[in-house]
């Protein structure tokens, strides 16, 4: 055979084992970060994503299996594209498909995955990567100018007399944020005019800094009516906070978290959770999620979606809870249709609707129709509720309680009674299965094509059931409560003829007394208060309304509304830092055991905030570390996903008692939420175990740990840590003369190169082809070497499980003294018969035996 012919041959033939080892070409899927943040100016066109866009694939640089070809994005009417830049680096960048109007949507929220270019050129047997989150928030650009509220404004003087105030102006501005929408000045443009602007007055601005508690709001305030008699004054400070979340500050934690807070009964199913790969039926909602991280979902007639059958509470029974916030306003129409909030009807074949919550002119419906074998009369079917709530555009909660068939709805802790109830007979058993929905009700059946029908138009948070029980009046007041509000200070000091009354929110104070100088002194004690340790910053405007009565008179005196601000001051925010040993190598005994072994036993987690202060004129900046709640921690697996049969990552249901903790886990990682100190997140997490039964399987296990708070308002850094095993071999008969006890050498990787393939030739071969594999292997010395290299770690692997076959059971790794000796005359005497590179990598480990085990002790080593 020619040599280059016989070259070309060893070459297919070394290339193709290295490119078959494990299997097909395309063997791994592609590897993406588990979620993304990205900024976006409005009407620019790139998002500057944090971690960048980047899919890696194991399969490199094999072609088309190691390249990426695409990145796909899931969420409907999400204005974005992902493109590659580089198909073999993975590199991509994410762009708006159109624009985006920081006025309309502030913030986005979409999944993203990764396909490489499968086994060919045709793209066959692509593979996809795991499903991330992608964050965006959308930057203001300063576009719109101030407009006043007003086209005119008009007062009247008299002359030669000096005016306190006369009159009030107010501009507003469109931008979106608050560093572009704030109102900072007002100036008189026309000269020679004998007024000014007085920006300091009680009445136009107070400011609250977090964590302060009360801040009186009026101190200086006072009524004066020329002294004529009175017979009563009434003033009504009214704090509008509908701009803020859902109607006020409340907390922003996930609703089971809240629920667990609250103290509300377990076994709640969120109908309406976060999207993430696990609970992605919400990913192609629109979200409004830029208001403090309040999850909200926007319904605009046209989004749906389906909840999966595995998610469904089966055990429906004669007593449940449905709960939701919902703000909506009058559908459009003279004969508007039916808007579903949620819906479950028959997947195929019929159209019965089994139950469902829906609006229907401005009356909240609910259907519950029951099967005929739980009863087989007349029955309570449909319950209506007409409030002016369902219509006013604004946040309310509602839980519905079924004691069937009593049916109760409380609107914002408040019940009401239905004012109609229907009676139809129970729906005949079948066979069909059912589709629980929320945003519209499935039409399975009776249609050429299955579709949507009734779709919803508002805004829902928080929709929940919880099958078995119903919910307290005491949970529900709890689940709604807003974290600010007004408040009274030093009730004792007030007139005994002075009477006062909150609504529920405490949004609203109504203060009425006899005498003026009574009324006066109780204003002045009207404050404002924000229980949150980082509220929502930002306006809060104040609207006080006077209304007087004189003897004899209905009313004497007409006193104008007084307009006021509360600006709450951002928070210190916090940086959460998760430290620890970030490496944990540990024998196979270990990782086999039946506990495994704690990856993050040494783990500390610490909050830290800047803090400021004036002393002496002179301004100093500090780190104060704080305490606060967490409401979920991730360990995510980075790389391939833990194999079942192999290897586990859990916590003990103990590591969780007295905590207001819960934890599920997957063979993506693990996920432990709710609301509670950083402290007791500590503990669970240095109580989490990893086991692999397999361990001579395993190269490396790397994970990545993230914390956060407020729903991931604060997140701390990400923490990886990695696992790996401690090698060792088996005995090897070696005599030395300077250690009695037995010897154990490290595993040396060596390169099979030359020796390989000489120990497969014949022992007769011919000098020519003696000289033409010498020429060859000369030639191709760097694919060998890859090739082989490949072929050999194949060969490892099985060799690594043998190893675990055949080693003893009851050696066990300790702690103890460590010493390291080396035979000077090994070098020597076994020149002959030991490879070079051997000789480099040999060490003699002395151990001492212990009953029967050997113990290391890496604290007290000697060398």
Same mark, same amino acid.
């Given at each position: +055979? ?79 594209? &992902? ?20 006025? @309309? !949507? ?38 719109? &100018? ?78 004066? $009516? ?37 103290? &509300? ?9 976060? %999207? ?6 919400? @990913? ?42 919902? #703000? ?9 249709? #039916? ?49 002016? !709530? ?27 009674? %239905? ?11 079948? #066979? ?55 408040? =009274? ?9 002075? #009477? ?5 929110? !405490? ?15 109780? +204003? $002045? ?23 007087? !009565? ?7 005196? @007409? ?10 001051? %951002? ?38 905030? +800047? ?39 859990? =916590? ?108 497969? +030739? ?36 099985? @060799? ?20 390291? =000796? ?42």
């Amino acid at each position: +055979m020619p040599i280059p012919w016989l070259c070309f041959w060893l070459f297919s033939l070394i290339l193709g084992q290295s490119r078959t080892v494990g299997g097909k070409v395309n063997k791994h899927k592609p590897w993406i970060e588990t979620s993304y943040h990205g900024v976006i100016t409005e009407n620019m066109d790139t998002v500057l994503l944090d971690p960048p866009l980047v899919a890696l694939d194991k399969d490199a640089p094999v072609p088309y299996a190691g390249e990426i070809c695409d990145f796909k994005i899931y969420g409907q009417d999400a204005p974005f594209k &992902a493109v590659v830049l580089n198909r073999t680096s993975g590199e991509g960048v994410l762009k708006a498909s159109s624009p985006v109007d920081c006025e @309309s !949507q502030k913030e986005y929220t979409f999944i993203i995955q990764a396909y490489d270019c499968g086994s060919g050129p045709n793209g066959a047997d692509w593979k996809k990567s795991h499903k991330a989150v992608v964050h965006i928030q959308v930057d203001d650009v300063n576009e719109f &100018a101030p407009v006043f509220r007003e086209p005119q404004y008009k007062a009247s003087v008299t002359e030669g007399k000096i005016y306190d105030s006369i009159l009030q102006v107010e501009a507003w501005d469109q931008d979106c944020s608050p560093q572009y929408s704030q109102i900072c000045n007002y100036e008189i443009v026309t000269p020679g005019t004998p007024f000014a602007i007085d920006r300091n007055g009680w009445n136009k601005r107070v400011d609250y800094e977090p964590g302060t508690g009360s801040k009186q709001l009026f101190p200086k305030m006072h009524l004066e $009516t020329c002294g004529g008699p009175l017979s009563g004054v009434k003033a009504m400070v009214e704090l509008q906070t509908n701009h803020i979340g859902k109607g006020c500050d409340r907390e922003t934690y996930s609703e089971k978290s809240l629920q667990k807070l609250c103290g &509300a009964a377990s076994g709640s199913t969120d109908l309406l959770p976060a %999207p993430s790969p696990s609970t992605n039926w919400t @990913s192609s909602l629109l979200t409004d999620s830029g208001r403090d991280s309040d999850l909200i979902y926007r319904f605009d007639g046209r989004q749906a979606a389906n909840v999966p059958d595995h998610v469904v509470p089966q055990n429906l029974t004669d007593q449940f809870t449905i709960a939701t916030w919902m #703000k909506h306003g009058p559908s459009p129409g003279l004969r508007a249709e #039916k808007e579903t909030l949620l819906c479950n009807s028959d997947k195929t074949e019929m159209n019965r609707h089994h139950y469902s919550l829906y609006v229907h002119n401005c009356r909240l419906v609910f259907l519950l129709r029951r099967d005929f074998t739980q009863v087989d009369t007349f029955r309570p079917a449909e319950f209506h509720w007409k409030l002016e !709530q369902i219509c006013d555009k604004e946040w309310h909660y509602y839980v519905i309680n079924v004691e069937f068939p009593a049916v109760t709805l409380f609107v914002d802790g408040v019940t009401y009674e %239905p004012y109609l109830v229907t009676d139809d007979w129970p729906i005949h058993a079948s #066979k069909i299965d059912t589709q629980l929905t929320v945003g519209a009700c499935w039409q399975g059946g009776e249609v050429a094509t299955p579709r949507f029908t009734q779709y919803f138009r508002g805004s829902l948070s928080g929709l929940t059931i919880r099958p078995g029980r119903i919910e307290t009046q005491k949970v529900i007041s709890c689940l709604q409560a807003c974290k600010e509000g007004l408040d =009274i200070n030093s009730l004792e000091s007030l007139a005994k003829d002075i #009477k006062f009354h909150f609504n529920p929110a !405490q949004s609203v104070l109504v203060v009425e007394g006899e005498d003026v100088g009574s009324i006066n002194t109780a +204003m $002045t004690k009207v404050s404002y208060i924000n229980s949150r340790q980082f509220p929502t910053s930002g306006l809060r405007r104040l609207h006080i309304t006077t209304t007087v !009565q004189c003897f004899g008179e209905d009313t004497c005196l @007409s006193i104008p509304d007084v307009k006021a601000v509360v600006m709450v001051l %951002p928070p210190s925010e916090p940086r959460i830092t998760i430290t620890g040993s970030n490496r944990l190598v540990r024998p196979a005994s270990d990782l086999q055991g039946p506990l495994g072994v704690a990856p993050f036993k040494e783990l500390h987690i610490t909050s830290t905030v +800047m803090k400021g202060d004036s002393v002496g004129g002179f301004h100093r900046t500090g780190v104060m570390e704080v305490m606060h709640n967490l409401d979920y921690c991730d360990i995510l697996v980075i790389g391939e996903e833990l194999s079942p049969d192999a290897e586990s990552l859990e =916590i003990h249901h103990n590591a969780l008692l007295g905590k207001h903790l819960d934890a599920t886990n997957s063979t993506s990682g693990i996920s432990i939420y709710g609301v509670d100190s950083m402290a007791h997140y500590e503990q669970a997490l240095r109580q989490v175990r990893y086991r692999n039964w397999r361990p001579a399987t395993l190269t490396e296990r790397r994970f990545r740990l993230t914390c956060s708070e407020l729903n991931g308002r604060y997140t701390s850094n990400e923490f990886n840590l990695e696992v790996s095993l401690l090698h060792h071999s088996a005995p090897v008969e070696h005599v030395n003369h300077l250690a009695s006890q037995q010897q154990y050498i490290r595993p040396v990787h060596h390169p099979l190169m030359i020796h390989t393939l000489n120990s497969h +030739m014949p022992g007769t071969a011919p000098p020519a082809a003696t000289v033409i594999i010498v020429v060859c292997i000369a030639a191709l010395v760097t694919i060998v070497v890859i090739g082989v290299y490949r072929i050999h770690a194949t060969h490892q692997e099985g @060799s690594r499980e043998d190893e675990e076959e055949v080693k003893e059971a009851d050696v066990d790794w300790e702690n103890s003294a460590l010493t390291i =000796i080396v035979n000077p005359m090994e070098n020597i005497a076994g020149n002959q018969a030991v490879d070079e590179e051997e000789e480099d990598e040999r060490d003699v480990v002395e151990k001492r035996k212990h009953e029967g085990k050997f113990e290391w002790d890496s604290s007290s080593s000697t060398y």
